[in-house]
Structure formats: C-alpha cells, structure tokens
C-alpha cells in the first residue's frame, strides 16, 4: 500500500498532459493492480488534465519506480535514479560540511 502511494505520488507529480504511457519494471508486473492506472487517471481528471494514462505491457529493466513515455520522450523516474540523486546531493553537502 505504500509502495502504491509512492507511485502514484510519483506519477501525479511528473505528469503534464495525462495522456502519457507508464512504464514499469517486469519486478514489478503483480504489484500493480489493474485498477491502479484507473484511480490516477480520476485524479488527473479531477485537476483538469487529461485522464488517459496506460500501463504499457512492454516492461523495462528498472528495480522500482516508473519511466513515463508521451511520443519519444522519456521521464525517468526509477527508485535507482531517484536514489543516485539523492547520493550525489547528499555527498556534495557532506563535502561542504567537511572541506569549507
């Protein structure tokens, strides 16, 4: 139920138009239920924006978190990017604290 709550935040955040296709890991193929997508794209309509959001049956090699596609286009937004950005800002303030 987490996990779902961190997608969903994700995607909401991350969406500009509501007709993008969401991809997903093949790890995370049986953790999405069906109605997922639908729920999203309530909430999108709700915010006025389109609510045409598909999960592509094709998967992609990502541990976690999604890849949202509108035409070539790709948003990257996988548990691994997520957590590399996190490191790299977390590193260069741990430097300035050790080294200014």
């Not at 909401?12 to 239920?33: A, R």
């Not at 069906?34 to 094709?58: C, H, Q, R, V, W």
């Amino acid at each position: 139920k987490d996990y779902h709550n961190f997608i969903k935040k994700l995607i909401l955040d991350n969406i500009e138009i509501g007709d993008e296709t969401i991809f997903i890991g093949s790890l995370n193929k049986n953790k999405i239920p069906k109605d997922f997508i639908e729920d999203i794209n309530k909430e999108l309509e709700a915010k006025d924006k389109k609510g045409e959001l598909k999960l592509s049956t094709s998967y992609l090699p990502i541990k976690g978190g999604v890849i949202i596609g509108s035409g070539k286009i790709r948003k990257n937004i996988s548990l691994e990017l997520l957590l590399k950005n996190v490191r790299e800002e977390s590193e260069m303030q741990i430097s300035k604290i050790l080294f200014d």
